[in-house]
């Protein structure tokens, strides 16, 4: 156990090992089942530590432990300071955290502050203690509209479909007031002006950090606070991303959030070493991300518009350089993100038609949720290979979801009885849901579960599995696996690799072509034709084989990436 410094240390003097990590999403409930109910846990995550070490990560972030009745996977949280029996118990996140460390893994949790459970101890007391109680100032609870308060109080929607208001029943059994939940019904938001609610959370993250946690990504980050007075959004909430409305949207990216996020960054600070953290914001644009992270704020933000970005040379260069610019000028260290547990899973996205053409759905990303439509895998894996090696020679961090390293595909054809997805009962079907990018990674390349656990998984896996299994991808030359493995390698051993700046190079318009001192250079061909590559180059690692352009010059195949030494 670590404990805070007894003086405040000097961040600055510290390695910010943030700036330049790779952190491993573990998906908990998806990743290893070590006790065999088929829902990984503790256990299972404890036994894989050192795939993961031999991966070469730096970091796993693990998902949601807490005790939580599941309405959304753990992001209804009924104890922040506890785990969840599906997952383990406190003593074994104690042992992990320690074993993990042993590893020379760091440790970042998921904190969930603009919701809790309704189970939560807090939201069960303020529905016994009635209207106009302090428990009810915790959340957020008015009477409705209509003459018998029959009517939401105003017309904000769920995340996951439907209106964002619940009515409950009085003591006294009467309808009586409503709730917000911006999720699901199960997740009531806080009144982040509640005093109490600001202490609690500041009491939570002090709770992990002294059990060595190294670091929180933050929920919804850009949730929190609310404007007062909760007026309606009307028909138009685009309007909001509009650069003269940022930071007006009634519940999102609200300017008075950074206050507490000031509040926090002191905590994290005066422990030794210093704690860290990643919002977990989506935002209308890098200007609007960089608030999160600015000076005495927070140390880093997930960069979303790069996993937004279309399959296409142009706009990754623009985002790539827009994202490093914005951060620059606060001096934060960029993030990458290619996939998570609530977006269609890359291998999927970049394997449909339409991948060259992004987000149809607007800044959110209609393309990141999964939706009917034809998708060529090995095209998409094809693609997703030259967009890891993209992704891990960029200045900043960044961030690999489980299964990503397998090359995993979205299971687009999960039956709609074992889809667990509020997104999916919420919105009857309309919104098929998150399930299939939470499918559990296959481990084995036969048995049960494909080794994921001992008696079958919470989620049926595809049989093709068996053939992206770490057991049949390991020693492949040819594997994603191996891919990533040697990419790490790579990345850890290259001094021009992980934090810092770099350069454009010209190879035309369909390439993404850059440099880093020392000797370093990426190519990435995404355009119909092959291109040559720069004759006194030499091959550090391809996604795919390289091609023969003229006698003696190799030439970068299309949808392939290569690192240079030059
Ligand atoms: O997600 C927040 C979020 O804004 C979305 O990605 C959301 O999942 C999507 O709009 C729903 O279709 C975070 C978590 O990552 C997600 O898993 C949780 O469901 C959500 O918060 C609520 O806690």
New binding site residues.
């Given amino acids: 156990m670590t404990s805070p410094a007894a003086a405040p240390v000097d961040a600055a003097a510290r390695e910010q090992w943030w700036r330049s990590a790779v952190i491993y999403q573990v998906y908990i409930r998806s990743f290893a089942d070590g006790t065999g109910d088929g829902m990984g846990d503790i256990a299972g995550l404890r036994s894989r530590l050192g795939y993961l070490r031999d991966l070469g990560v730096d970091a796993v972030w693990i998902n949601p432990w807490y005790p939580s009745p599941m309405a ?2 753990g ?1 209804d949280v009924a104890d922040y300071r506890d785990i969840e029996p599906l997952f383990g118990t406190l003593d074994e996140a104690e042992a992990l955290i320690a074993e993990a460390h042993e590893h020379g893994l760091k440790v970042v949790l998921d904190i ?1 502050p ?2 809790s459970s309704s189970e939560h101890p807090w939201f069960t007391e303020a529905l016994a203690a009635g209207p106009g109680s302090p428990e009810r100032a915790r959340y957020i609870f008015r009477p409705g509209r209509g003459e018998h308060g029959e009517q939401p109080p105003n017309d904000w929607q769920s ?2 479909g439907g209106g964002a208001w619940t009515r409950v029943s009085e003591p006294d059994g009467r309808p009586g007031e409503w709730y917000l939940h911006l ?1 699901d019904a199960g ?1 009531p938001d806080f009144d982040w002006t509640s005093p109490d609610v600001r202490a609690e959370f500041m009491s939570v993250l002090r709770f992990w950090f002294d059990r060595g946690v190294d670091g929180f990504r933050i ?2 980050a850009h949730g929190l606070t609310k404007e007062p007075g909760l007026p309606d959004i009307g028909d138009d909430a685009d309007r909001f991303l509009a650069a003269d409305q940022h930071g007006q949207h009634p519940h999102w990216d609200r300017l008075d959030v950074q206050e507490v996020y000031e509040a926090w960054r002191e905590v994290a600070d005066s422990y030794d070493p210093p704690r860290m953290f990643c919002a ?1 914001a ?1 935002v209308a644009s890098p200007d609007r991300l960089v608030e999160y992270v600015k000076e005495g704020r927070l140390h880093t933000a997930f960069n979303f518009d790069f996993v937004r970005a279309p399959w296409d040379a142009e706009e990754l260069r623009s985002i790539i350089e827009t994202s490093l610019d914005s951060h620059a000028t606060v001096g934060a260290a960029t993030t990458w993100v290619l996939s ?3 977006i269609v899973r890359d291998v999927t996205r970049f394997g449909r038609p339409d991948a060259d053409e992004g987000a149809p759905g607007g800044r959110r990303g209609g393309h990141l ?1 999964a939706g009917p439509g034809p998708v060529d895998v090995e095209l998409g894996r094809k693609r997703a290979r030259a967009a890891a090696l993209l992704m891990l020679a960029l200045p900043g961090a960044a961030y690999v979801y489980q299964g990503e390293e397998l090359g995993l595909e979205e299971v687009l054809d999960l039956p709609g009885d074992v889809r667990q997805d509020p ?1 999916w009962t919420r919105s009857g079907g309309e ?1 098929v849901g ?1 399930d299939g990018c939470r499918v559990p990674i296959p481990w084995r390349h036969s048995g049960n579960s494909l080794g994921f656990g001992t008696d079958g998984s919470w989620l049926p896996q595809p049989a093709g599995w068996a053939q992206l299994s770490v057991e049949a991808q390991q020693g492949d030359p040819g594997s994603m696996l191996e891919l990533y493995r040697a990419a790490l390698r790579l990345r850890r051993e290259h001094p021009a690799l992980g934090d810092g700046g770099l350069h454009w190079r010209d190879l035309g318009s369909d390439v993404v072509s850059f440099a880093r001192d020392p000797g370093f250079a990426c190519v990435v061909n995404l355009g119909p034709e092959p291109v040559a590559l720069p004759r006194e180059a030499r091959v550090l690692l391809t996604s795919g084989p390289l091609g023969q352009e003229r006698l003696g010059d190799p030439a970068l195949p299309v949808d392939t990436a290569v690192w240079l030494a030059v």
């Fill in positions: 959304d996977a992001y969930v603009n919701h995340a996951f999720f997740q929920d919804v977990e989506w998570n547990h609530d949720h997104a919104q998150r």
